[in-house]
């Protein structure tokens, strides 16, 4: 019942499937079979399907799990299907600006405050002006 794409190494090893195209029994066998070669390709075609309504079980042939709304559906892909959702894995933070300071932890793991190249340049150069009055 695996759908989601197999990787290894870097290397498409096995591609993916829609579970919703593989149980649409009114599209040509070519349709129902489609490969998709990036994660992001097909989990994009599957959000489609999931944006026209979520069915009331999985739509693949040979899986008739209940399934309640969208997050249901994403969570019984993930579990059963093997199609994993990459965006659970990003973290959304915001950089940090070159300016600002940051603790680094030694190999000790003793707190050091960093400060950047940039930062450093930049103080030296007020520093050496003050010097000059």
């Known amino acids: 019942m695996r759908c989601g794409l197999l990787t290894f190494r870097y ?55 209940p399934l309640m709304n969208a997050s249901d559906s994403r969570a019984h892909f993930q579990d059963a299907h093997y199609i994993e959702d990459p965006r659970s894995n990003c973290v959304s933070r915001k950089r940090k600006s070159e300016d600002d300071e940051e603790n680094v932890q030694d190999t000790k793991g003793e707190a050091l405050k960093y400060k950047s190249k940039k930062a450093k340049n930049e103080d030296e150069k007020v520093e050496g002006e003050e010097g000059k009055d």
């Open 11 to 65: 290397t498409l090893a096995i591609a993916g499937y829609c579970p919703y195209c593989v149980g649409d029994e009114t599209l040509s066998p070519s349709q129902r079979m489609q490969q998709w070669m990036t994660k992001s390709t097909l989990l994009n075609h599957i959000d489609k399907h999931l944006e026209t309504g979520a069915k009331k079980e999985c739509p693949h042939p040979s899986c008739h799990v």
